[in-house]
């Protein structure tokens, strides 16, 4: 075989991707990095003391994440007029 050949058959070989297997109804898919052959990955309850605690559940309720919007937004509060300024301030405010 010439060496043009072999490189290419080669590079041929590598490019294909091995076919996923189809991940039964009842399992979940878990990837990982490594080689994990022959290793079983159970799912178990959290425990309770582990995670953030029962003094900052309030913050992951409903009301919290997802609040109800406002039904009407606040009126803007009218600011000072002009002729409600001092003499000097309105002159600042007038000069190019």
């Known amino acids: 075989m ?3 050949a072999l ?3 080669v590079a041929l070989a590598q490019g294909q991707e091995p076919k996923a297997k189809p ?3 009842d399992s979940v ?3 990982t990095r490594g080689c994990l052959k022959g290793r079983v990955f159970t799912a ?3 425990p309770a003391d582990e995670g953030c605690g029962k003094e900052l559940d309030h913050w992951f309720t409903e009301a ?3 609040p109800k ?3 009407a ?3 803007p509060r009218p600011g000072p007029r002009m002729a409600d300024l001092p003499d000097a301030c309105r002159r600042v405010l007038l000069a190019p």
């Open 2 to 4: 010439t060496p043009f």
């Open 7 to 9: 490189v290419l058959l």
């Open 23 to 25: 991940v039964p109804k």
């Open 29 to 31: 898919e878990v990837l």
């Open 44 to 46: 178990t309850p959290r």
């Open 64 to 66: 919290i994440l997802h």
């Open 69 to 71: 919007p406002s039904p």
């Open 73 to 75: 937004p606040p009126k």
